[in-house]
Nanobody, 116 residues
């Protein structure tokens, strides 16, 4: 049974930082590309960041470049999203996504709220 469990969300002031984690199980984590998506109320889900199976390559949405960092620990079956210099427009539900060939899985999400 595949599980992706996100954690680390919460309420933070503008300019603050949060680190999200996604613990994976039920599939071969080291074979999978991993991504973080987010969805704000009334908006479509958007891709935030992606990391390849080995961690050798990453890609970011323009809106988060130079502020967010995606990383992974294949020994712990976990992917992370370090978010710095948070802005109110970063407020959203953040979802972990795993992709192995043509198969994808989603976590339940963790809420990030940036507000003073």
């Amino acid at each position: 049974q595949v599980q992706l469990v996100e954690s680390g969300g919460g309420l933070v002031q503008p300019g603050g930082s949060l680190k999200l984690s996604c613990a994976a199980s039920g599939f071969t984590f080291r074979w999978s590309a991993m991504s973080w998506y987010r969805q704000a109320p009334g908006k479509e889900r958007e891709l935030v960041a992606t990391i390849t199976s080995t961690g050798g390559s990453t890609n970011y949405a323009d809106s988060v470049k130079d502020r967010f960092t995606i990383s992974r620990d294949n020994a712990k079956n976990t992917v992370y999203l370090q978010m710095n210099s948070l802005k109110p427009e970063d407020t959203a539900m953040y979802y972990c996504n795993a992709a192995v060939y043509s198969v994808t899985w989603w976590g339940q999400g963790t809420q990030v709220t940036v507000s003073s």
